[in-house]
Nanobody, 121 residues
């Protein structure tokens, strides 16, 4: 069984930065595509960014382009989301996702527990 453990998040002011990390543990027999989704109050879950297993192919949502970057972590099956120039509309619960194939459709095999990001205006 694979578990995703997230770290990071918190309360920041507009314009600040945060870094979210996610690590897969357990019986990780594959190299996983990984990514981040977020869900704001009253809204559905949306893709923020995703990265393939090798780290050479990334997708970033239009709302985050130029501000957020996704990268593979130093350890196998880890992922980092660097969030710069945060805006109040970035406020949401952020979820890590991993899948042996793709996470782009929001149907990833594994999900993290979620972490709150709050950006004060």
């Amino acid at each position: 069984q694979v578990q995703l453990v997230q770290s990071g998040g918190g309360l920041v002011q507009a314009g600040d930065s945060l870094r979210l990390s996610c690590a897969a543990s357990g019986r990780t027999f594959h190299s996983y595509a990984m990514g981040w989704f977020r869900q704001a109050p009253g809204k559905g879950r949306e893709l923020v960014a995703a990265i393939n297993w090798s780290g050479d192919n990334t997708v970033v949502a239009d709302s985050a382009k130029g501000r957020f970057t996704i990268s593979r972590g130093d350890a196998d099956n880890t992922v980092v989301l660097q969030m710069n120039s945060l805006k109040p509309e970035d406020t949401a619960v952020y979820y890590c996702a991993a899948d042996p194939g793709t996470v782009l459709l929001g149907r990833a095999r594994y999900w993290g527990q979620g972490t709150q990001v709050t950006v004060a205006s």
